[in-house]
């Protein structure tokens, strides 16, 4: 198990926290926390990584570092792998992203 940690210049605020994704085999769980009440826009996003497969830091430092340059989206971000691959990782993050930022509430699922 590693842990690595990241900051990256962020200006947008999400409107709520979320969670997307699972802990499960070749998957990843990503939670959102908003900033904290003092924090304001021009700040960072904080990103803990936990992942089961140590040695990818400068795949990780790619695939966030990209992400961030189009989406600098604050908050506390946590994202708990299993060993999902970096097109798996780009999807949550966009999922993440998405949710956290929708304006008509809803969960962003497909319609029943």
Do not use: C, K
């Amino acid at each position: 198990m590693q842990i690595l940690t990241y900051r990256f210049p962020a200006d947008r605020v999400p409107l709520r926290r979320v969670h997307v994704g699972v802990v499960a085999s070749g998957d990843l769980e990503i939670l959102l926390d908003l900033p904290a009440p003092e924090a304001e826009p021009g700040g960072q996003a904080e990103v803990r990584v936990r992942t089961s497969i140590d040695g990818f830091e400068v795949l990780w430092q790619a695939v966030l570092e990209r992400f961030f340059a189009r989406t600098s989206l604050l908050g506390r971000w946590e994202l708990n792998d299993f060993g999902a691959t970096p097109g798996v990782v780009a999807l949550r993050l966009r999922q993440a992203a998405e949710s956290a930022t929708r304006t008509d509430n809803s969960t962003g699922g497909e319609p029943a």
